[in-house]
């Protein structure tokens, strides 16, 4: 394993906080709880794994900042985050924008897990294809996403517009992809400097004290 601990321990007890906290009173709590589910998944996939495939620093910073982010949009729903509503009116804008933050981290996560993974697993070779496939990976789990949200309204009906949270908005979802498209340009463009750094101080470990490549 890499010398440098993972910061995973107290990443992991902000966030039972930060659930706790957001679970005390939520203004809807299926919403909640369809919202914050994915933090409940993610956090016992990284424990499992830390072992044999422990993350970058950076990675492990945007899993943290994405969670918080989902957690935050779960107790208050998207369209009611305080924070959306000053940014609304700094910008002047029409609708409450912190889904959009959402969906920006939506994209920045996935393409940092998903460099990590193809570069510190070799399966791809050259910069250009490795850009293109974070690229597709993303816009994929957005898609995906988009969909789940559709589900959601088809069995849910009107409950489901808390969860939704489109705000009248006819292009909703294509404003939601396009965010998460942002943040993989992000993850690109500013964060892979960083990122690369971090992944090479894994990959010129020695073999026997460097984890398992890929998983």
């Given at each position: 394993?890499?010398?440098?601990?993972?910061?995973?321990?107290?990443?992991?007890?902000?966030?039972?906080?930060?659930?706790?906290?957001?679970?005390?009173?939520?203004?809807?709590?299926?919403?909640?709880?369809?919202?914050?589910?994915?933090?409940?998944?993610?956090?016992?996939?990284?424990?499992?794994?830390?072992?044999?495939?422990?993350?970058?620093?950076?990675?492990?910073?945007?899993?943290?900042?994405?969670?918080?982010?989902?957690?935050?949009?779960?107790?208050?729903?998207?369209?009611?985050?305080?924070?959306?509503?000053?940014?609304?009116?700094?910008?002047?804008?029409?609708?409450?924008?912190?889904?959009?933050?959402?969906?920006?981290?939506?994209?920045?996560?996935?393409?940092?897990?998903?460099?990590?993974?193809?570069?510190?697993?070799?399966?791809?070779?050259?910069?250009?294809?490795?850009?293109?496939?974070v690229v597709c990976v993303v816009l994929?789990?957005?898609?995906?996403?988009?969909?789940?949200?559709?589900?959601?309204?088809?069995?849910?009906?009107?409950?489901?517009?808390?969860?939704?949270?489109?705000?009248?908005?006819?292009?909703?979802?294509?404003?939601?992809?396009?965010?998460?498209?942002?943040?993989?340009?992000?993850?690109?463009?500013?964060?892979?400097?960083?990122?690369?750094?971090q992944i090479a101080a894994f990959t010129?470990?020695?073999?026997?004290?460097?984890?398992?490549?890929?998983?």
């Amino acid at each position: 394993m890499s010398s440098r601990p993972a910061p995973l321990l107290p990443i992991t007890l902000l966030l039972i906080a930060a659930l706790a906290w957001s679970a005390i009173s939520p203004f809807d709590r299926l919403t909640w709880l369809m919202e914050v589910l994915p933090v409940m998944l993610v956090l016992p996939v990284l424990w499992l794994t830390v072992r044999r495939f422990p993350l970058t620093t950076v990675l492990y910073a945007g899993i943290l900042a994405h969670a918080l982010v989902l957690i935050l949009g779960g107790a208050y729903t998207y369209a009611r985050v305080p924070l959306g509503f000053q940014l609304a009116d700094w910008f002047d804008l029409a609708r409450n924008p912190y889904d959009k933050i959402g969906h920006f981290f939506q994209g920045l996560v996935p393409a940092l897990a998903t460099r990590e993974i193809l570069i510190r697993g070799h399966f791809v070779r050259g910069r250009r294809m490795t850009v293109f496939l974070v690229v597709c990976v993303v816009l994929a789990i957005s898609a995906c996403y988009e969909l789940i949200e559709w589900w959601a309204a088809l069995a849910m009906g009107q409950g489901a517009e808390e969860f939704l949270g489109t705000q009248g908005d006819p292009w909703d979802t294509q404003s939601d992809m396009f965010c998460a498209l942002l943040g993989a340009l992000a993850t690109l463009l500013v964060l892979a400097p960083a990122h690369d750094r971090q992944i090479a101080a894994f990959t010129s470990t020695p073999a026997t004290a460097r984890p398992a490549q890929g998983f």
